[in-house]
């Protein structure tokens, strides 16, 4: 380690554009700065993470043979990449950086309290400090990926995602875990806004695929075993058709494991209750196969003429307790169910033109590009629109057998009851995500509250997990309409590409054990949760009992075995006991 | 939402410190998005990062117990672990230093251990002011500047 004249620390605290100075006083800030040990430059700007932010710490490197940089601007997971850029395009070793969070954790939290806020912002920039300035140095280790990838799931997504991947010279296994390829399309009829056929697109890109070499394709698979780290991931793979098991090295994975509809509990809007209350998926099914429409004009439903029909939108999306009583609702909105119903709504028109529709909705959102012109349609038609709200579910109930009567407060027509007569009601149903606890279990993806796949980050790391080499397409991370999906699998294939091209690099923040002065106890073992520690006679050390040996690659640096170690022979580089404790002296 | 903030702060002229240990992965990105939200915190609570809770070694809080007024440990939900299951270690290690805590007669709510998921903004809101609140309440930790000799003994 350095002596302590020789670090120097620069720090470097960020305006973020007003949204920490205009209650952080970041100038104050800045001054305590210069006092901290070892800091030898302090100054603050507009933004640190422009070009003329960055430029600054490259300067004082420069000037001041900066050799430790702390940035106080927002969380590390926006930016800590990009000051280590900074650091590496000096040759400073990219871990003597820290970043303090004082956007999210002070400035945006603390509004009205500029005293406190600049007081809190004064810790944890001292508390980074006195972090950085016992840093140890640390290394990156690169290893080659295995240039081969996986795709879970065989619906437009991952067969979009596998065929982006595989012109790309990667071999790829695409698993599917039903019987058939294309997913969800295959159970839709057309498309917007193009109004093509869904199972002839699929139909083209499945043969793609299939024909493709570096693809292989096994369906009524499902992965079984995930070990390894990014690069080199050991999965085993199950078939259950005909049965067999074999395990596969893979660099990255690819989630496009899709959605299921919202399915309606039983009597939710007379649902199962009814054979004329039916779901848009079942609707759209029906309707792809109905050709001969009654004579006058009208449709049929279960051989029963159907002169006026109900489309209720937000059925198991955009829930929330004032307007449902339900054990588990879906907050978000669905996203394609609106554009979905004017559709449906302007295709049953076409085939039975003296069919009478009703929307019954919320809001109206035909937000896509082009999907405006379906809600013109629908309206154009003599479709009446009756706008309900929260507050006021429409309300439904059997008026005979075959005919029922929905009680609506028109938000339009200042909450005026309007009773409506249909012989058919449609739901609008929402999306939800498909069940996969045993992916998520196996591979510690993070999910949201919602139950979607999350992102790093929305806008900065769009379609990459919190686990590296695991990316994300389609709608496994979110509602999308396949238009959607499929960009974002594009996205992630490219994402794959990256990382064969690039290969890969593993953090140097893991655990070093020093195996000459371990007693032998064996807690860490029996504590790793990657089986990273092993027992081994060395020969080069002289005691008489087995000593712990740590596979690096294997260790993701958690730091479980560090804390319980009771010889205190394993550091948590990165997070030592010291670089604690000296945050800890210092953060108050 | 700035009105209960002052609130909290006009309950006693006492401002506690406190500092709460989060995880990487869960708590620190639950406490992002309170931020990215706008929810208005106390400023009492200052957060050390660890990647996992299970690197919480007890002697941090220990160490924390003899500076400030309150410690939190906070990780990912059980099951829910980033590292599988390191929060269960932190678990079983909270739970024992929970009990020489209050050998040591610390009052329980100056140790706190709760999970907060990175989608959990609300949970870490609530946290935050439960704490701030009780600490206001119990004033000073007895334990700061507390002299061997005077220790309690069982």
Redesign the interface.
């Given at each position: 380690m350095m002596t302590d004249e020789t670090i120097k620390t620069g720090v470097f605290v960020c305006h973020c554009g007003g949204n920490i100075s205009d209650v952080v006083d970041v100038e104050k800030v800045t001054e305590m700065a210069k006092n901290l040990p070892n800091v030898v430059h302090a100054e603050h700007y507009i933004f640190m993470c422009s070009d003329a932010g960055q430029a600054l710490i490259k300067n004082a490197i420069d000037e001041k043979g900066l050799n430790r940089v702390v940035v106080a601007a927002c969380p590390p997971s926006l930016h800590e990449m990009t000051f280590k850029k900074v650091l590496e395009s000096k040759d400073v070793n990219p871990y003597f950086f820290e970043q303090a969070n004082i956007r999210e954790h002070v400035s945006w939290i603390h509004k009205h309290n500029t005293k406190e806020a600049t007081e809190k912002s004064e810790g944890l920039v001292s508390s980074a400090v006195a972090k950085i300035n016992i840093q140890m140095e640390l290394q990156s280790t690169h290893i080659d990926p295995v240039v081969h990838s996986l795709v879970i799931g065989g619906g437009v997504s991952g067969l979009r995602a596998a065929k982006d991947i595989a012109r790309r010279n990667i071999q790829v296994t695409l698993i599917e875990k039903t019987a058939v390829l294309g997913g969800r399309m295959n159970d839709l009829d057309t498309l917007y806004p193009t109004g093509d056929k869904a199972k002839e697109l699929i139909g083209e890109l499945i043969k793609e695929v299939k024909t493709d070499k570096r693809i292989t394709v096994l369906t009524n698979t499902e992965m079984t075993n995930f070990e390894g780290v990014v690069g080199d991931y050991k999965i085993e793979l199950t078939t259950s058709d005909p049965p067999s098991t074999k395990e596969v090295h893979i660099g990255a994975v690819v989630l496009a494991t899709g959605f299921k509809p919202y399915e309606p509990p039983e009597g939710e809007y007379l649902y199962k209750k009814s054979p004329n209350v039916v779901t848009l998926p079942d609707f759209i099914k029906y309707m792809e196969s109905y050709e001969e429409p009654d004579d006058n004009g009208f449709l049929l439903w279960e051989g029963k003429r159907v002169r006026r029909t109900a489309f209720i939108h937000c059925v198991g999306s955009r829930e929330e307790e004032i307007g449902h009583q339900k054990e588990k609702m879906n907050a978000y909105c669905s996203r394609v169910c609106c554009t979905s119903i004017m559709h449906t709504a302007a295709e049953l028109k076409e085939k039975c033109p003296e069919t009478y529709l009703y929307s019954i909705f919320r809001d109206i959102r035909t937000y896509g590009h082009n999907h405006e012109v379906y809600n013109e349609v629908a309206s154009e038609t003599d479709m009446l629109f009756v706008r309900y709200n929260l507050r006021n579910l429409p309300q439904v109930t059997k008026s005979d057998e075959f005919h029922f009567k929905i009680q609506v407060k028109d938000q339009l027509l200042d909450h005026l009851e309007l009773e409506i007569f249909v012989d058919l009601i449609v739901l609008g149903v929402g999306i939800e995500p498909e069940v996969i606890d045993d992916i998520v279990e196996l591979t510690r993806v993070s999910r949201g509250t919602d139950g979607f796949l999350k992102e790093v980050h929305p806008k900065l790391r769009p379609v990459e997990t919190s686990v590296d080499g695991i990316l994300l397409a389609g709608t496994a991370q979110a509602p999308l309409t396949s238009t959607e999906a499929t960009i974002h699998a594009s996205a992630a294939a490219a994402k794959v590409a990256v990382i064969m091209a690039k290969g890969v690099s593993i953090s140097g923040e893991i655990a070093e054990i020093d195996s000459e002065e371990c007693n032998g106890c064996g807690i860490c073992i029996s504590l790793c949760p990657y089986e990273a520690i092993s027992f081994e006679e060395k020969v080069e050390i002289s005691t008489t009992h087995p000593v712990a040996v740590l596979a690096e690659l294997l260790c993701k640096g958690c730091g479980t075995c560090v804390s319980a170690c009771p010889s205190g022979v394993i550091t948590a580089k990165g997070y030592t006991d010291e670089q604690i404790l000296a945050q800890i002296d210092a953060i108050f | 939402m700035?009105q209960e903030?002052q609130t909290i702060k006009d309950q006693s002229e006492f401002e506690p410190?406190i500092?709460m240990f989060c995880c990487n992965?869960c708590t620190?990105?639950g406490?992002?998005l309170?931020?990215?939200l706008?929810?208005?915190?106390p400023?009492n609570v200052?957060?050390?990062?660890?990647?996992?809770s299970?690197?919480?070694?007890?002697?941090?809080v220990l160490?924390?117990l003899t500076?400030?007024d309150a410690v939190l440990v906070t990780g990912c939900h059980l099951g829910d672990?980033?590292?599988?299951?390191?929060n269960a270690?932190?678990l079983r290690?909270m739970k024992i230093l929970e009990r020489m805590l209050s050998q040591l007669g610390l009052e329980p709510e100056r140790f706190q251990l709760h999970w907060i998921?990175?989608?959990?903004a609300n949970k870490y809101r609530e946290v935050v002011i439960d704490i701030v609140k009780k600490i206001k309440q119990l004033g000073p930790n007895p334990l700061l500047n507390m002299k061997p000799e005077t220790f309690p003994v069982n």
């Open positions: - | 700035n903030i410190k500092v992965w620190y990105q406490a992002n309170a931020g990215l706008h929810y208005q915190l400023p200052r957060i050390i990062r660890v990647m996992c299970g690197r919480i070694d007890p002697m941090f160490k924390t500076k400030v672990c980033h590292y599988i299951n390191g270690k932190a290690r998921s990175s989608a959990e």
